[in-house]
């Protein structure tokens, strides 16, 4: 086995052990893995939606282990540290994690879900995050690919809006120039594709900005389909993977950050 592939696999244990120790801490503290997770303490704070798994990982469906835990904390770190010195937003140190059953969701103005490919919203969890957006939120998901994953993510997004289509943002849409002007061509992909060699994952080559829009034309929704920008602020300081791709995916984090308390 070369170097490449033994820090490969490292990471891979790595990671699933810290999930697991991850999930047992958060259990035993009976919280949401924050000081207080109920008010905001800055204008804002990485959230991160803490949702059912529709199966998969590690077999086990529910609250503390699941899809939803993946790069933390790293990416939350990574992610403040980033926004903090790119913009003149005042965001918390403090990351939350918040189920949609959580009446404080509504003191926030951006919510993070990973691995989209593999969550489950019960309908009472589809109307919660239909009312949160509606009233201003704003959802950021991230970090699935393929054909597969898109019909999971979709099966708990149709019960959300039945009514309103996911569509291909346009290329001047504010959200994409709100900070920094950037370009939906570029894939930005995973540590674990990278590793062998290609930037896709599951079949999902082509990299897609979608969106779900309010009647006023506000993007509630952002969907980042066959892309991992979890990935590229997780590992922002770790060589082995492309700083371009860091790079872009701080600058999608800003603007997403400013849209989404301006909009």
């Known amino acids: 086995m070369n170097e490449t592939s033994r820090r490969k696999l490292a990471r891979g244990i790595h990671g699933l052990a810290g999930l697991v120790i991850l999930a047992a801490a958060l259990a035993a503290a009976g919280d949401e893995g924050t000081p207080d997770p109920e008010l ?5 704070h990485f959230v991160r939606l803490e949702y059912t798994d529709a199966g998969g990982f590690g077999g086990f469906p529910g609250r503390g282990f699941g899809h939803w835990l993946v790069d933390y904390p790293d990416a939350e ?5 980033g926004v903090r010195r790119l913009s003149n ?32 919203l019960s309908d009472e ?10 009233r ?16 999971v993510f979709m099966d708990s997004m149709t019960r959300v ?3 309103r289509p996911v569509v291909d943002i346009p290329a001047d849409d504010p959200i994409l120039h709100v900070v920094f002007d950037m370009d939906t061509t570029v894939q930005i992909p995973g540590i674990r594709p990278l590793l062998m060699g290609v930037t896709y994952e599951y079949g999902g080559k082509v990299p897609h900005w979608r969106g779900v829009y309010d009647d006023d034309g506000r993007l509630m929704v952002i969907i980042d389909h ?18 371009h791709y860091t790079t872009l995916g701080y600058r999608f984090a800003v603007n997403y950050a ?4 301006t909009h």
């Open 161 to 163: 809006f039945p009514d």
């Open 77 to 81: 770190y990574h992610f403040t540290q």
């Open 258 to 261: 400013v849209y989404s308390m």
């Open 136 to 151: 201003g939120g704003f959802l950021m998901v991230d970090d699935f690919h393929g054909p597969e994953e898109w019909q």
């Open 226 to 243: 066959n892309m991992d920008l979890g990935d590229s602020w997780e590992l922002a300081d770790d060589p082995i993977y492309p700083e």
């Open 125 to 134: 969890e589809a109307k919660r995050l239909r009312e949160y957006l509606l």
């Open 40 to 44: 905001p303490t800055s204008e804002f």
């Open 89 to 120: 937003i005042n965001i918390d140190d403090d990351a939350r994690m918040l189920s949609l059953k959580d009446d404080a969701l509504f003191n926030y103005p951006w919510l993070y879900a990973v691995e989209v490919g593999h969550w489950y």
